[in-house]
């Protein structure tokens, strides 16, 4: 789910980088090698971070759905800030079916 994401910046970089490289613009000095490198440096840590991420957001969802479980609405804010990204609703919005087709 998030690799499609990280391809999407990549590729974004790459035109960028392209769109940079006019005629004789490929050869501009040191301000061109430190963009590069921080570039190079950003795409590493993206890829680094975002396994450590689907890792978080998975026990995250494990400890969220446990929470629901146990409690009883009105639900905190933290739980209802979750549901409403797992359900793409606005947290008012969403109902007690929603919630149950959550738990399952």
């Known amino acids: ?3 499609p994401a990280i391809m999407a910046v990549s590729q974004n970089i790459d035109i960028y980088r392209k769109s940079l ?7 501009m000095g040191q301000r061109r090698d430190r963009l590069d490198k921080r570039l190079a440096n950003a ?28 409690g009883d609405p009105p639900y905190t804010a933290g739980v209802m800030s979750w549901l409403s990204s797992q359900l793409g609703k606005k947290a008012s919005q969403v109902t007690s079916e929603d919630i149950a087709a959550i738990v399952k």
Do not use: F, V
């Open 1 to 3: 789910m998030i690799q």
């Open 21 to 27: 490289y006019i005629g004789d613009l490929e050869q």
């Open 43 to 70: 795409k590493t840590t993206r890829q680094k971070n975002s396994m450590k991420k689907t890792l978080e957001q998975g026990r995250r969802s494990e400890q969220m759905i446990e929470i629901i479980k146990a």
